[in-house]
C-alpha cells in the first residue's frame, strides 16, 4: 500500500564550508539545483518498544529515506536521572512518573540527524504522537504500538533539538 505522505528521496549533496556553527547549521551545495541551503541538525530517541522489538533498521531506514543522514548515534540505557531532566518539561503532568519509568525500561539509540529542515522534517515522517492518528508511511503508523509506546522521540524546535543533543553528545561525537 503506498503511503499517504510523499517521503523525498535521498538527495545529492556535498559540503561547502565543513565548518559547523553554534546553531549546527551549515551550508550545503545542491548539485543538480546548483543552489546553496542551510541545514539543521534535530535529536532522536529510538525508544525502548523500539528496541526491544528489534527495529532500530527499520526506523534509521525510513529516516535515511526521508533524506536525513544519521551523524550520531549510541545505545545507551537511560539512567533515571538523564530520563528526569530529559522530561523535566513534563514533570507537573500526571504521566511524567511513567514516562520516566518507560524510558528506563529497556535500551534506547540517541541520534543526531541532519539534514534540509530537519527539526520539520523528522516530525513529519515520525507521525502523530497516537499512531492511529498518524499518516500512512510514517514510523508511528508503522510500528508504534500505542500513544504511551510510540517508537520514537523528536525535538520540537531547533533551540530544543540543540539542548537535546547537548544533553547525550559532545561535538567530537558527531561525524559531520
Do not use: W
Not at 120 to 144: C, D, H, L, S, W
Amino acid at each position: 500500500m503506498a503511503p499517504a505522505i510523499s517521503l523525498p528521496r535521498k538527495r545529492n549533496f556535498r559540503a561547502c564550508d565543513a565548518r559547523v556553527s553554534p546553531a549546527r547549521t551549515r551550508r550545503l551545495f545542491h548539485r543538480q539545483t546548483g543552489q546553496t541551503m542551510a541545514t539543521e541538525r534535530t535529536f532522536s530517541i529510538l525508544k525502548p518498544d523500539a528496541t526491544r522489538r528489534n527495529l532500530t533498521g527499520a526506523v534509521n531506514a525510513v529516516i535515511e529515506e526521508a533524506g536525513l543522514r544519521i551523524v550520531a548515534q549510541r545505545r545507551i540505557r537511560m539512567t533515571k536521572e538523564q530520563a528526569e531532566k530529559f522530561y523535566e518539561v513534563h514533570k507537573e503532568r500526571p504521566f511524567f512518573g511513567e514516562l520516566v519509568s518507560f524510558m528506563t525500561s529497556g535500551p534506547v539509540v540517541v541520534q543526531v540527524l541532519e539534514g534540509e529542515n530537519a527539526v520539520a522534517k523528522y516530525r513529519e515522517v515520525m507521525g502523530a504522537t497516537n499512531p492511529a492518528q498518524a499518516a500512512e508511511g510514517t514510523i508511528r503508523k508503522r510500528f508504534a504500538e500505542s500513544v504511551g509506546e510510540n517508537t520514537v522521540h523528536g525535538s520540537d524546535s531547533a533551540e530544543n533539538a540543540n539542548l537535546e543533543i547537548a544533553q547525550f553528545f559532545q561535538d567530537s561525537d558527531i561525524a559531520a
